[in-house]
């Protein structure tokens, strides 16, 4: 077949939504098979399927989709039309999917796992540039969407902070946005006021992508976060739908929590419980742009209460450079999330995510590093996956999602197995 069998077997549970149990009891096969099936090429255990299974998962899939496209036959064109933010190509806020097309965009996530861990190169994006200007603090977004253009065969340019900006100069977003917009093919911003990248979107025709404007948003962060929960519940053989999502720390600031509640309620029969420090809750639109759909949201200032039956704990930093006279340092001591407090109060199949950067320093109780080595620890896996995630926006948004299939070759040197000292065994496997 064309794509690989792991992309093939994905994608056809994610579209019939069943869980690994259900879709191996669906198509007549052990639980083991299909999970050896589910490895990446190359993997010492994985092992090719049956060619019959394939014609029978094809055959449901496609009778799937048949009755798929007539319920939705409004929804068709390529997916950057469908994501479009007033008519042009550019990725601003979660508001611009569906559940949809948010699994759309992950099947071109899937697409290029094969390029994110390093066994096959791709240069569909070979000639373009891409502007990463980054007014604001930044590791692994600004590195991360510059290495997702490289990786699909682009190159980069790169600002950071006003400093050295003409902005220092006086310059308008307006003139920033319509200079650069000449020199590159794509940019990404980040920048510290809410609202302020989608200035810049509308000064330019080329794509745009909100890198994280203030408290405001961070779609590409929330894209990957709900990419590896997806990643993970498939591993654990979990639906979304129904689960139970404890977001934990600084929920007013945490742009990343705003985008991400979004995605979520995406999802159906969804639990949120929202556990903050008096003063850091949630904004109240956010709530009610959540609960819209009937899922159930609580809120506490007890960690201990809000972890009891949870499928996902977020953690997230104290966005203290936000801060507008609130009267914090870090959290209190009984507001980390530490190995205690997860062993006490979630299962062995509980997930814990962090957008990253934890604050390390004394007193600020982020998340703690005693989780280093416990498998339920997603945070290298969530960073990993900002990788193949942040290719698909760009190759969707670029209008190349259709050409990396045959556009792969093989790598030319051998990366590590495990990238990570303290990778589990199914780090970066699924
Ligand atoms: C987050 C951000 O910038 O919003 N970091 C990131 O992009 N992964 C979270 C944070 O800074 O706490």
């Known amino acids: 077949m064309a794509i690989s069998q792991q992309v093939f077997l994905r994608d056809a549970m994610r579209r019939l939504n069943l869980t690994?149990?259900?879709?191996?009891?669906?198509?007549?096969?052990?639980?083991?098979?299909?999970?050896?099936?589910?490895?990446?090429?190359?993997?010492?255990?994985?092992?090719?399927?049956?060619?019959?299974?394939?014609?029978?998962?094809?055959?449901?899939?496609?009778?799937?989709?048949?009755?798929e496209k007539y319920a939705q036959s409004a929804q068709s064109g390529p997916l950057r039309d469908r994501i479009s933010a007033s008519g042009k190509h550019q990725l601003l806020s979660v508001d611009q999917f569906t559940r949809e097309s948010v699994e759309e965009l992950f099947r071109v996530a899937d697409l290029m796992q094969?390029?994110?861990?390093?066994?096959?190169?791709?240069?569909?994006?070979?000639?373009?540039?891409?502007?990463?200007?980054?007014?604001?603090?930044?590791?692994?977004?600004?590195?991360?969407?510059?290495a997702a253009f490289c990786r699909l065969g682009g190159s980069v340019c790169d600002t950071t902070g006003f400093t050295f900006s003409s902005m220092a100069k006086g310059e308008s977003i307006y003139d920033t946005s319509r200079v650069m917009g000449g020199y590159v093919d794509a940019m990404v911003i980040r920048h510290p006021e809410k609202g302020s990248v989608a200035e810049f979107a509308a000064a330019t025709n080329i794509p745009v992508v909100n890198g994280g404007d203030g408290a405001g948003e961070h779609p590409s962060q929330a894209l990957l976060d709900l990419y590896t929960i997806l990643t993970e519940f498939s591993r654990l053989g979990k639906l979304l739908d129904g689960a139970h999502i404890v977001m934990a720390g600084d929920l007013k600031y945490g742009r990343t929590v705003h985008s991400l509640i979004k995605l979520l309620a995406l999802y159906r029969g969804m639990k949120f419980t929202l556990v903050s420090?008096?003063?850091?809750?949630?904004?109240?639109?956010?709530?009610?742009?959540?609960?819209?759909?009937?899922?159930?949201?609580?809120?506490?200032?007890?960690?201990?209460?809000?972890?009891?039956?949870?499928?996902?704990?977020?953690?997230?930093?104290?966005q203290k450079e936000r801060f507008a006279g609130e009267n914090m340092e870090g959290y209190s001591a009984d507001f980390q999330i530490n190995r205690a407090i997860v062993d006490a109060c979630c299962g062995p199949d509980t997930i814990v995510m962090h957008p990253l950067p934890r604050d390390s320093r004394e007193g600020a109780f982020d998340l703690s590093t005693d989780l280093n080595h416990d498998p339920r620890l997603a945070i290298f896996r969530q960073t990993d996956n900002g990788i193949p995630v942040r290719m698909a926006i760009f190759a969707v948004l670029m209008g190349v999602e259709g050409l990396v299939q045959h556009s792969l070759r093989d790598v030319t040197w051998s990366p590590p197995s495990h990238i990570g000292p303290d990778d589990s065994v199914f780090h970066g496997l699924d």
């Open 114 to 146: 094969p390029i994110a861990r390093r066994r096959k190169v791709s240069r569909v994006l070979e000639g373009a540039v891409l502007g990463n200007l980054f007014f604001e603090a930044s590791t692994r977004t600004r590195v991360s969407f510059g």
């Open 277 to 318: 420090p008096p003063g850091l809750e949630m904004p109240e639109y956010l709530l009610e742009q959540a609960s819209r759909n009937g899922h159930v949201i609580e809120q506490t200032h007890d960690l201990a209460v809000g972890l009891k039956g949870a499928d996902v704990v977020y953690a997230t930093r104290v």
């Open 20 to 67: 690994r149990d259900v879709f191996a009891a669906r198509i007549g096969v052990k639980r083991r098979a299909l999970d050896t099936w589910l490895l990446p090429e190359g993997s010492q255990e994985a092992r090719a399927m049956p060619e019959v299974v394939s014609r029978f998962v094809t055959e449901i899939v496609e009778n799937g989709a048949l009755m």
